[in-house]
């Protein structure tokens, strides 16, 4: 498969780096090392897919423009359009021209989440109560200097779409019964730390996320009948511990499985090859956990942005 990178930033280098000889060539507006200044401009015969790394603003119609022309396209999440008809609409010529439509959520492919949703999937832990989640770093600076970044929902488009992606990715569909229960802006225009939750789930959810963690941190904590299960750090940041702690009645200290990682990231790779394989199978685009998350960001976007509210 060839491919071009759309979007030659933090990000495209690393999707760049990850296609190795599948690479072709790179398109960005600004960034002169790129090939191309517009996609437009590379030939349709020289590309299969595009990796696009690019702000939100553009996305729906560099998207448009590959799908039409057949070809496979890997988004960097959150796929973000004007109106949610927008994203239907990319489904829809997607499946019409049998290309995939693929929007990269790395986190799915990290160790230890995968574990999590084994052991969820698994039942081993019988009914589970809550689980809470912090996702933090240190980027408020970058942010505010950043003139495209420090606006709209903040912090909240961008590490609470991994959070609720992966709440999606372990317990199933959720309905959005999510409240805003802090929003705050510390140092950026737009808010930098938010925290979200729902108590009309069939579980207990408390999302926290924050630019203002000066060191990367991640965290999940989950409690449920038979025991508890926790991840603690990512890969990236590494080391990244697994744990599972099984209960003991009537009380008592439980017997602990704990899994450490040292390792490089592995998610890039992993989230690459899974994109290959769709585009070999011909897997019929399925926006719908886009669709659901355009939905539930863009409404509690609007909570966050007036400040602390509740439904």
Same mark, same amino acid.
């Given at each position: 498969?060839?491919?071009?990178?759309?979007?030659?930033?933090?990000?495209?280098?690393?999707?760049?780096?990850?296609?190795?000889?599948? =690479?072709?060539?790179?398109?960005? *507006?600004?960034?002169? +090392?790129?090939?191309? %200044?517009?996609?437009?401009?590379?030939? &349709?015969? $020289?590309?299969?897919?595009?990796?696009?790394?690019?702000?939100?603003?553009?996305?729906?119609?560099?998207?448009?423009?590959?799908?039409?022309?057949?070809?496979?396209?890997?988004?960097?999440?959150?796929?973000?359009?004007?109106?949610?008809?927008?994203?239907?609409?990319?489904?829809?010529?997607?499946?019409?021209?049998?290309?995939?439509?693929?929007?990269?959520?790395?986190?799915?492919?990290?160790?230890?989440?995968?574990?999590?949703?084994?052991?969820?999937?698994?039942?081993?832990?019988?009914?589970?109560?809550?689980?809470?989640?912090? =996702?933090?770093?240190?980027?408020? *600076?970058?942010?505010? +200097?950043?003139?495209? %970044?420090?606006?709209?929902?903040?912090? &909240?488009? $961008?590490?609470?779409?991994?959070?609720?992606?992966?709440?999606?990715?372990?317990?199933?569909?959720?309905?959005?019964?999510?409240?805003?229960?802090?929003?705050?802006?510390?140092?950026?225009?737009?808010?930098?730390?938010?925290?979200?939750?729902?108590?009309?789930?069939?579980?207990?959810?408390?999302?926290?996320?924050?630019?203002?963690?000066?060191?990367?941190?991640?965290?999940?904590?989950?409690?449920?009948?038979?025991?508890?299960?926790?991840?603690?750090?990512?890969?990236?940041?590494?080391?990244?511990?697994?744990?599972?702690?099984?209960?003991?009645?009537?009380?008592? *200290?439980?017997?602990? +499985?704990?899994?450490?990682?040292?390792?490089?990231?592995?998610?890039?790779?992993?989230?690459?090859?899974?994109?290959?394989?769709?585009?070999?199978?011909?897997?019929?685009?399925?926006?719908?956990?886009?669709?659901?998350?355009?939905?539930?960001?863009?409404?509690?976007?609007?909570?966050?942005?007036?400040?602390?509210?509740?439904?």
């Amino acid at each position: 498969m060839k491919v071009i990178v759309v979007g030659l930033g933090i990000q495209g280098h690393k999707r760049r780096r990850v296609a190795g000889d599948d =690479y072709v060539a790179s398109v960005d *507006r600004f960034n002169l +090392e790129a090939d191309f %200044r517009r996609i437009e401009d590379v030939p &349709l015969a $020289d590309f299969d897919a595009a990796l696009c790394c690019v702000p939100d603003g553009p996305k729906y119609e560099i998207l448009s423009y590959c799908l039409r022309h057949g070809k496979h396209v890997l988004v960097e999440k959150p796929l973000w359009t004007k109106s949610i008809e927008a994203i239907v609409a990319l489904e829809k010529l997607a499946r019409s021209t049998g290309t995939v439509c693929y929007t990269a959520y790395n986190h799915r492919f990290e160790p230890h989440f995968m574990r999590m949703r084994e052991l969820v999937v698994s039942g081993v832990l019988g009914r589970i109560y809550s689980c809470r989640m912090f =996702y933090g770093n240190g980027t408020a *600076r970058l942010v505010r +200097e950043s003139r495209w %970044r420090d606006g709209g929902a903040g912090v &909240l488009q $961008d590490l609470g779409s991994h959070l609720l992606d992966t709440s999606r990715f372990w317990f199933g569909d959720l309905e959005d019964k999510f409240e805003i229960y802090a929003a705050n802006c510390f140092e950026n225009l737009a808010p930098d730390h938010v925290v979200i939750g729902s108590e009309r789930l069939p579980l207990r959810i408390e999302l926290e996320m924050t630019l203002l963690c000066w060191r990367n941190h991640f965290t999940c904590d989950i409690l449920a009948e038979h025991g508890t299960a926790h991840i603690e750090s990512l890969c990236k940041w590494g080391p990244s511990t697994f744990i599972h702690r099984k209960r003991v009645l009537p009380s008592g *200290r439980p017997p602990e +499985e704990a899994v450490t990682l040292v390792q490089e990231d592995p998610t890039w790779v992993a989230e690459y090859a899974h994109f290959k394989r769709l585009c070999e199978m011909g897997a019929p685009a399925d926006l719908s956990n886009d669709l659901w998350l355009g939905r539930t960001l863009s409404r509690l976007g609007g909570l966050a942005t007036r400040g602390i509210s509740k439904e």
